[in-house]
């Protein structure tokens, strides 16, 4: 349970009369630190808050991540002010990939089918066929017509993809998370000999021989599910460190252990930016309207790949 402290308190209760004044939501990901999840309107992994973020009515969405995950929100909600509360919270995924890489690499591949990754920015997604997340990739490229698939920017995840869908020829991008990507088979062995009850929790962005450990692999929030659901009582979470403390809050008749490192983006994240971000309405995401029309084309695509129903706005404003 997060104790906090009595300036936190007082930032919390500013922070909720100013969204109640402002017509705004806070989306918050698993990942950030505890103490944001009091402001949080909606906790989830990256398709949730996009689901989210397309069907919020809010005049101002406040997106408690990294840079990204707002941008994603500003292509779902073109006619909504969407803020960052720290403008520098990039994501080391996300820049292993540039759009002019992209278009090298489909020129290499002519007549495959470019599926990205959320962890992109919206200049690769815009160079992309479908957009998606680690909750739905297994999905969206099962169901995609072509056989050949360019996935990008994370080699583990499409690893991940391929050995699910063998019937996809799968090319990957030589991108990761280094937060995952470093995640040794030796810890997790480590972990498991000295909690051999434990079961194991991954999440996809790491490597393969790490995946084979795992009693089940999932997104964020498809970890939690499984831990709510099972019926074991301790579990090795592997992933980004904030996730344990999210499950520890929510289900702490439970025990939950990480072998994980600590995404520093994620935390860059505070009351005290989410209060700066919401008073003075700072750290806009825009996208330029050539780069946002294509890109929200790849949302589209993913939407209808996986059956979800959202609706996602042209541009108005």
């Avoid at 930032?11 to 100013?18: A, K, P, S, Y």
């Avoid at 990754?117 to 995609?144: G, H, M, P, Q, W």
Wanted: proline fraction near 5%; aromatic fraction near 6%; glycine fraction near 2%.
């Amino acid at each position: 349970m997060t104790t906090l402290t009595t300036q936190q308190i007082e930032l919390i209760e500013r922070i909720q009369e100013l969204k109640k004044q402002k017509n705004a939501v806070i989306l918050v990901h698993n990942y950030l630190k505890p103490e944001i999840y009091e402001v949080a309107d909606f906790i989830g992994d990256s398709l949730q808050l996009c689901e989210e973020a397309a069907a919020t009515k809010a005049d101002i969405v406040v997106f408690s991540a990294v840079h990204f995950m707002a941008e994603s929100a500003a292509l779902l909600l073109p006619n909504t002010k969407v803020l960052l509360p720290n403008y520098d919270a990039g994501c080391a995924l996300a820049d292993m990939i540039t759009a002019d890489q992209l278009r090298e690499f489909k020129l290499q591949h002519p007549g495959a089918a470019v599926v990205c990754y959320i962890n992109s920015s919206a200049e690769v997604k815009a160079e992309s066929d479908v957009v998606c997340t680690s909750a739905n990739a297994v999905a969206v490229v099962r169901n995609l017509p072509q056989k050949k698939i360019l996935f990008v920017p994370d080699k583990n995840l499409g690893n991940f993809v391929a050995k699910l869908v063998p019937e996809k020829e799968i090319i990957s991008w030589d991108g990761y998370c280094p937060i995952h990507h470093k995640i040794t088979v030796e810890q997790v062995l480590k972990a498991k000999a000295e909690h051999p009850n434990a079961k194991v929790v991954v999440h996809p962005e790491c490597p393969t021989a790490v995946l084979a450990l795992a009693d089940k692999i999932a997104s964020t929030t498809g970890m939690m599910k499984f831990a709510e659901e099972d019926d074991g009582h301790e579990y090795i979470v592997i992933t980004e460190c904030g996730l344990t403390q999210r499950m520890m809050k929510t289900m702490p008749d439970k025990k939950f252990l990480s072998v994980c490192n600590l995404c520093y983006d994620m935390k860059k994240t505070t009351l005290q930016s989410v209060l700066d971000s919401l008073e003075y309405e700072q750290f806009e995401i825009t996208i330029p309207p050539a780069i946002a029309i294509r890109a929200r084309e790849s949302f589209k695509r993913m939407f209808e790949l996986t059956g979800t129903s959202v609706n996602i706005p042209s541009l108005t404003r």
